[in-house]
């Protein structure tokens, strides 16, 4: 099982960024997958960020992020995106997928891919 990042970078203060998590090795089907996404930045905690549940595809949101952050999904293309728009400095982090089987509770994370909000 495979997740790899990508998306993420330097950005001004008010600017988007969209990251995608795509998922390979799979057994099973990918819509049967929660997918969250979880940051870190430094010297802090790693928090979840946003979730989206794997049969309707219910979302959670982090209440900083609420409004603007979107957590989706493409299970055509193992495929997972979080649209980060209207960026402060404080979402600067280490930004995580992580996806886990809703039927045992197996989870798997990607390496990570770095977000930062600056002038």
């Known amino acids: 099982v495979q997740l790899v990042e990508s998306g993420g970078g330097l950005v001004q203060p008010g600017g988007s960024l969209r990251l995608s998590c795509a998922a390979s090795?799979?057994?099973?089907?990918?819509?049967?997958?929660?997918i969250n996404w979880y940051r870190q930045a430094p010297g802090k905690e790693r928090e979840l960020v946003a979730t989206i549940t794997s049969t309707f595809g219910v979302t959670y949101y982090l209440l900083s992020v609420k409004g603007r952050f979107t957590i989706s999904r493409d299970n055509a293309r193992n495929t997972g995106y979080l649209q980060m728009n209207s960026l402060k400095p404080e979402d600067t982090a280490m930004y995580y997928c992580n996806v886990v089987r809703a039927a045992s509770g197996s989870d798997y994370w990607g390496q990570g891919t770095q977000v930062t909000v600056t002038d």
């Open positions: 090795g799979f057994t099973f089907t990918f819509s049967r997958f929660v």
